[in-house]
């Protein structure tokens, strides 16, 4: 409890210290929001050609994004500063995360707490809230349950992705690009429905990198639409239970990770 204090002080004097520039932060928010919505003016010229993609309609294609794009946007914010782990290894200053009496992924996931990434969030909810208005739903409590814990399982399931990829790090310090390839890469498949890739790539956003479990099934499942692929299901309803299972794994890989390594030797 004591350390969740002092991450709570951490994450404040941060938001404290951003919001006191008030159009500086909103300007960034803008244009956070405004990267995250070059994959959805994508997504709309490829329909302008086209009427459906890997058998959905445009409607159904934005709903994978919007669920993929606020899952994606609220693990950004909770461990996005694990981009800069490779820096904390060169400069040795991950050893002196060591030294502290606090979990090392903790204090990297406070120490630099970026609130203008709330952009990406809020264009994701406010992709979301236009295409649950104008998709055939079937609502009852549990489609808006489902609705509601999708973004939220889908933050943890990237999250631990994020983690993960992260952890390939301590054994290549420039092991950078390799982790942006699964996190961010991760991101824009799980943005559209994985019957537009090769078998292998299905099978691996299935059950190696679930990405599917981000948005592909979910929305299957609110849409009350069989999938083309013949998968059970159940699938679209299964995400908190998958995000949950790689936040185990995550941490686990983390903590091999850290009694890796070894330090600069400075």
């Known amino acids: 409890m004591a350390s969740l204090a002092v991450y709570?002080?951490?994450?404040?004097?941060?938001?404290?210290?951003?919001?006191?520039?008030?159009a500086s932060f909103a300007m960034a928010c803008l244009g956070d929001a405004i990267a995250q919505a070059t994959e959805l003016v994508a997504i709309l010229v490829i329909f302008s050609r086209i009427t459906d993609?890997?058998?959905?309609?445009?409607?159904?294609?934005?709903?994978?994004?919007?669920?993929?794009?606020?899952?994606?946007g609220l693990a950004d914010l909770a461990v996005?500063?694990?981009?800069?782990?490779?820096?904390?290894?060169?400069?040795?200053?991950?050893?002196?995360?060591?030294?502290r009496p606090l979990s090392s992924l903790g204090q990297i996931m406070v120490s630099d707490f970026q609130l203008r990434r709330l952009g990406r969030i809020c264009l994701g909810i406010g992709v979301l809230t236009y295409v649950v208005s104008t998709v055939d739903i079937e609502w009852g409590w549990h489609t808006a349950?489902?609705?509601?814990?999708?973004?939220?399982?889908?933050?943890?399931?990237?999250?631990a992705v994020w983690i993960m990829a992260a952890s390939v790090c301590f054994w290549l310090i420039e092991g950078s690009d390799l982790a942006n390839s699964l996190?961010?890469?991760?991101?824009?498949?799980?943005?559209?429905?994985?019957?537009?890739?090769?078998?292998?790539?299905?099978t691996a956003l299935a059950f190696v990198i679930p990405a599917?479990?981000?948005?592909?099934?979910?929305?299957?499942?609110?849409?009350?639409?069989?999938?083309?692929?013949?998968?059970?299901?159940?699938?679209?309803?299964?995400?908190?239970?998958?995000?949950v299972l790689a936040l185990g794994l995550?941490?686990?890989?983390?903590?091999?990770?850290?009694?890796?390594?070894?330090g600069t030797g400075s």
């Open 8 to 22: 709570r002080r951490l994450i404040g004097a941060q938001i404290r210290s951003q919001l006191s520039y008030r």
């Open 53 to 72: 993609l890997g058998g959905f309609s445009r409607a159904e294609v934005l709903l994978m994004y919007a669920l993929a794009s606020t899952s994606f």
């Open 80 to 99: 996005g500063q694990l981009d800069r782990l490779p820096q904390y290894l060169r400069t040795g200053k991950f050893d002196s995360v060591l030294t």
């Open 145 to 159: 349950l489902l609705l509601v814990i999708t973004p939220i399982a889908g933050a943890v399931l990237m999250s």
């Open 183 to 202: 996190t961010y890469g991760g991101h824009f498949l799980a943005s559209y429905p994985i019957t537009v890739y090769p078998a292998w790539l299905r």
């Open 212 to 243: 599917a479990f981000i948005a592909y099934f979910p929305a299957l499942a609110l849409l009350g639409k069989p999938d083309p692929l013949g998968t059970p299901a159940f699938l679209g309803w299964i995400s908190p239970v998958v995000a």
């Open 250 to 262: 995550a941490a686990l890989v983390w903590r091999a990770a850290v009694r890796h390594y070894r």
